[in-house]
């Protein structure tokens, strides 16, 4: 039961632009959530998180966004650079779903120069 | 303060054997959550321990099994090998207590099963 849904499993953008990615999740229970890059041969690394009481957070180039009611979240990535390629996850957890972290299934950004 | 560190980084078994795999937290970290990751298949999640007790877990077959040590690091044991083995396993860990901190990762063991 795949819980957390990226439904892109691949996005090309010209660097300089905006990339946008986009997770879906089933859980309303659900109260964080965080994203994650991963480059091959290496682990994930934490990118960006946001809490259910916020519907915007923002680091630097990087956004998320949360609507609770659509159940969705994005992530923004503005300017998009060419070291930003790589495989992005979505990830969420609740209090109530024994803390366990769901991760989605990933979309590999290429930014092409 | 260093990273989460996986030993061995890759390992190369045939078909039955059994392969234990090493995660050594972050200093102060007491949740550790083991990960299997496939082509297509995303981050699939397989079990977390935390206080050396098993606090969640996936729906992964019995011949996955783990363990946490009083200093916190973590073991995983595959038996009786499949191909179908053949992953990237990935922990992560975070100190457990509150619901708002991100999982750290490790570099992952590369498992080849032949």
């Known amino acids: 039961d795949q819980q957390v849904k990226q439904n892109s499993p691949s996005l090309s953008v010209q660097e300089g632009r905006i990339s946008i990615l986009n997770c879906d999740y089933t859980?309303?229970?659900?109260?964080?959530f965080l994203w994650y890059k991963k480059y091959p041969a290496e682990g994930p690394t934490f990118l960006i998180s946001i809490s259910s009481i916020k519907d915007k957070n923002e680091d630097g180039r990087f956004t998320v966004f949360l609507n609770k009611s659509a159940k969705h979240l994005s992530l923004h990535i503005v300017p998009s650079q060419p070291g930003d390629s790589a495989v992005y996850f979505c990830?969420?957890?609740?209090?109530?779903?024994?803390?366990?972290?769901?991760f989605g299934t990933g979309t590999s950004l290429t930014v092409i120069p | 303060k260093a990273g989460v560190t996986q030993t061995p980084r890759y390992l190369i078994k045939t078909r039955g054997q059994q392969v234990t795999l090493s995660c050594s937290p972050i200093s102060g970290h007491r949740s550790v959550s083991w990960y299997q990751q496939t082509p297509g298949q995303g981050l699939q999640f397989l079990f977390e321990y935390f206080s050396e007790t098993q606090r969640n877990k996936g729906n992964f077959p019995g011949r996955f099994s783990g363990r946490q040590f009083s200093n916190s690091r973590s073991e995983m044991n595959v038996s009786t090998l499949e191909l179908g083995d053949s992953a990237l396993y990935l922990c992560a860990t975070y100190s457990g207590v509150s619901s708002y901190n991100e999982q750290f990762f490790g570099p992952g063991t590369r498992l080849t099963v032949l």
């Open positions: 859980n309303s229970m659900f109260d964080y």
């Open positions: 990830a969420a957890r609740g209090t109530n779903t024994g803390n366990q972290f769901y």
